[in-house]
C-alpha cells in the first residue's frame, strides 16, 4: 500500500518487471478488503496512510485468520527507531527505508515469497496505500 499515486506507479512497474502481479491499494481500507479476497504472498506497507498508518493495519491485518499469516513488510520513509520497533513489535517481518532499491525489492520478495516467480506461478503483488500486498 502506498499513499503517494507516483511511487506506487514506480513501485508496481519494478514488482512487475521481476515477474508478480500486482494489486493496488490506496488506502488502509482497501488494503484490507483486498488481503482479505486476494490472499497476497506479500504486503509492501507504507507508515503514513491517509486514513491510518501501517502499524494499525498491520495490527488489523495480523488479527484477522483470513490475512494473519501475510508477512508484511515496511516500506516507508520514515526513519524513526520508534516507528521501526512499533512496526516489528506488530508483526511486521521487515522495515525498509524508501527509496528501496531495485536489487534490494527482489530479494526481499524472494526471501518472503519463498522464490522468484516461474512463468507458470505468476502470484500477484498487491501494493496501495500502506504499500504493496503480494499473492
Not at 495480523?62 to 494473519?68: A, F, L
Not at 526513519?79 to 521487515?94: D, N, P, T, Y
Amino acid at each position: 500500500m502506498e499513499d503517494n499515486k507516483d511511487s506506487l506507479e514506480i513501485l508496481g512497474l519494478r514488482v512487475t518487471a521481476i515477474g508478480y502481479q500486482v494489486i493496488k491499494a490506496r488506502n488502509s481500507k482497501e488494503a484490507i478488503a483486498f488481503a482479505e479476497a486476494e490472499g497476497p504472498d506479500l504486503i509492501f506497507m507504507d507508515m503514513e496512510l491517509p486514513d491510518a498508518d501501517g502499524v494499525k493495519t498491520t495490527a488489523i491485518l495480523k488479527q484477522n485468520p483470513k490475512t494473519s499469516r501475510i508477512p508484511v513488510v515496511a516500506l516507508t520513509a520514515w526513519m524513526s527507531e520508534l516507528w521501526r520497533e512499533k512496526a516489528l513489535k506488530v508483526g511486521i517481518v521487515s522495515y525498509l527505508l524508501k527509496p528501496v532499491s531495485p536489487q534490494t525489492l527482489k530479494q526481499t520478495i524472494e526471501k518472503f515469497t519463498n522464490g522468484s516467480p516461474s512463468p507458470a506461478d505468476n502470484r500477484p503483488l498487491e501494493f496501495g496505500s500502506p504499500y504493496w500486498i503480494g499473492n
